[in-house]
């Protein structure tokens, strides 16, 4: 059964510039691996896998699922209120010659 939710209660997620150029190169398991992530963030940027970067509450990272990378993103509160992803960091690759694209 699915969770119930109103749409009023999402918060919009976009991609920075940079995180949105490497959108355009990424393997289709990456990809939808970011998606994914995209999708839980709209309903809880605070989700319990993420972790504030240093003491900024609203600077966060969440683990990417199935790859060894952390998607770094920012909460925008206040009237606008939205999420950026703002980076994709992997911190050791299987890919070949350490290039994940």
């Not at 940079?18 to 992530?37: G, K, N, T, W």
């Not at 998607?71 to 911190?91: F, K, L, N």
Request: net charge negative; glycine share 4%.
């Amino acid at each position: 059964m699915e969770e119930e939710f109103d749409a009023a209660d999402l918060w919009p997620v976009e991609p920075s510039l940079e995180v949105e150029d490497l959108l355009l190169d990424v393997s289709d398991s990456l990809y939808h691996a970011l998606l994914a992530v995209q999708l839980r963030l709209m309903r809880d940027p605070w989700d319990g896998a993420s972790s504030p970067i240093g003491d900024d509450p609203h600077t966060r990272d969440i683990p990417l699922d199935g790859h060894a990378a952390l998607v770094e993103y920012e909460i925008v509160t206040g009237p606008h209120r939205h999420v950026v992803v703002t980076a994709v960091q992997w911190w050791h690759t299987d890919f070949q010659d350490g290039n994940p694209f």
